[in-house]
């Protein structure tokens, strides 16, 4: 089995690096929690009747990378992976063909094209996404690393649930 990786964010980076260190830290958090469970108990909703488990807060946040990183900021035209107007919280509702694996390869592939849309931009560059106003870079990166330690929050409430690891 392998360990999870999680490096610690920078104490004395420049701005730019600390935002990036910080994503990297609650990304890799988010990993810890999910580790050495299997498909059954990452599927698990522990908190009836919340349906949050960490398989899809997993899927969630490979929507929120999609989403900022790729349509708002890189203003690609790519559609949701799970969700749809019909099943606003899709990537909670699991299908027979949705896999573990494909659900974390998904996520991980939405980081690595986050990072390739970041690359080289600007944390003051100016996005407009229509109908919501403007953004700068640095303004995702802070979102996202709200998003992911709020999430982190709850995967650390579940994940204590489902088998009493806790941790930080």
């Not at 988010?30 to 009836?48: F, M, Q």
């Not at 790519?78 to 606003?88: G, K, L, N, R, T």
């Not at 700068?136 to 996202?144: A, D, F, G, V």
Request: glycine share 8%; proline share 5%.
């Amino acid at each position: 089995m392998t360990t999870i990786e999680r490096p610690d964010p920078p104490r004395t980076a420049d701005e730019r690096t600390s935002l990036e260190g910080w994503l990297d830290f609650h990304r890799a958090t988010l990993a810890v929690k999910c580790e050495g469970l299997d498909d059954k108990r990452l599927r698990e909703a522990s908190a009836p009747p919340s349906e949050l488990t960490l398989l899809g807060l997993v899927r969630h946040m490979a929507e929120v990378e999609r989403s900022w990183f790729r349509r708002v900021l890189a203003q690609e035209d790519v559609p949701p992976i799970w969700y749809s107007d019909q099943d606003p919280d899709g990537e909670f509702h699991f299908t027979d063909g949705d896999t573990t694996e494909g659900s974390f390869a998904v996520w991980r592939t939405e980081i690595a094209k986050a990072k390739e849309a970041a690359a080289g931009r600007s944390l003051d560059d100016v996005i407009t996404r229509p109908g919501r106003g403007d953004y700068n870079l640095r303004w995702i990166y802070l979102h996202m690393i709200e998003e992911y330690a709020r999430h982190n929050g709850h995967a650390d409430l579940i994940r204590e649930r489902i088998d009493g690891v806790t941790g930080d």
